[in-house]
């Protein structure tokens, strides 16, 4: 079974930064590319950013390239997103989710194997 825990949200003012972690198990992390999308309040699911499984490939939703860097430990089952510069419209619940792109997530959508969530504000 496909368990996913995100952590690392909260408040913070424009232009600050956050860590998003996503602690993976119940099946072979190693073996999947991995996204991060979002969901702000009244609005479907958003992806922002994409890895694949070796961890050499990184892709990025146009509005959070050079703010947004997405990692990942296969060792310890672990992808991040570190967020910084942040804007008020960044503000939403972000999932660690076990696709691989956004033509995926669309495909998918409400079905796409995802975590929790944690909410990012971004407020004054």
């Known amino acids: 079974e496909v368990h996913l825990v995100e952590s690392g949200g909260g408040l913070v003012q424009p232009g600050g930064s956050l860590r998003l972690s996503c602690a993976a198990s119940?099946?072979?992390?190693?073996?999947?590319?991995m996204s991060w999308v979002r969901q702000a309040p009244g609005k479907g699911l958003e992806w922002v950013s994409a890895?694949?499984?070796?961890?050499?490939?990184?892709f990025y939703k146009d509005s959070v390239k050079g703010r947004f860097t997405i990692s990942r430990d296969n060792v310890k089952n672990t992808m991040y997103l570190q967020m910084n510069s942040l804007k008020t419209e960044d503000t939403a619940v972000y999932y660690c989710?076990?696709?691989?792109?956004?033509?995926?997530?669309?495909?998918?959508?409400?079905?796409?194997?995802r975590g929790q969530g944690t909410q990012v504000t971004v407020s004054s």
């Open positions: 989710a076990r696709v691989g792109s956004e033509s995926a997530l669309q495909l998918l959508g409400a079905a796409t194997p």
């Open positions: 890895i694949y499984a070796n961890g050499h490939n990184t």
């Open positions: 119940g099946f072979t992390f190693s073996n999947y590319d």
